[in-house]
C-alpha cells in the first residue's frame, strides 16, 4: 500500500524558512511528477509546485523566487524548500504524486504551515 508521510511544516514569523519533506512507501517505483498543493481557509486547493522526474520544475507565479521543489529518488522523498514566507502562505500543504504507466495519483494527508505577521 503506497503511503505518503509530509513533514516539517509548523508556524513561523513572516520572512523565515520552512522545509517540508514528502516520503513515498510502499512502492519501489518511482513517480513521474512530485508535488505540492496547498489549501487555505475558504480557498480552493491549488499548486505549489511540482518535479518531473527529469528534474523538470513549474512553480505557482506567487511562490517564484522564494520556494525551492527538488526530488530524491532513490529515498522516493520529495521536498519543499520555503523562503521568505508571507502570511498569505499560511495554508495545508499536501504532497501528491503520479504515475502515468500505473495510473496512480496518490495525496498525503496534508500538514499545517502558519504564517505569523
Known amino acids: 500500500q503506497v503511503q505518503l508521510v509530509e513533514s516539517g511544516g509548523g508556524l513561523v514569523q513572516a520572512g523565515g524558512s520552512l522545509r517540508l519533506s514528502c516520503a513515498v512507501s510502499g512502492t519501489v517505483f518511482s513517480f513521474n511528477v512530485m508535488g505540492w498543493y496547498r489549501q487555505a481557509p475558504g480557498k480552493q486547493r491549488e499548486l505549489v509546485a511540482r518535479?518531473?522526474?527529469?528534474?523538470?520544475?513549474n512553480y505557482a507565479d506567487s511562490v517564484k523566487g522564494r520556494f525551492t521543489i527538488s526530488r530524491d529518488n532513490a529515498k522516493n522523498t520529495v521536498y519543499l524548500q520555503m523562503n521568505s514566507l508571507k502570511p498569505e502562505d499560511t495554508a495545508v500543504y499536501y504532497c501528491?504524486?503520479?504515475?502515468?504507466?500505473?495510473?496512480?495519483?496518490?495525496w498525503g494527508q496534508g500538514t499545517q504551515v502558519t504564517v505569523s505577521s
Open positions: 501528491n504524486v503520479l504515475h502515468w504507466v500505473l495510473r496512480w495519483d496518490f
Open positions: 518535479i518531473t522526474s527529469d528534474g523538470s520544475t
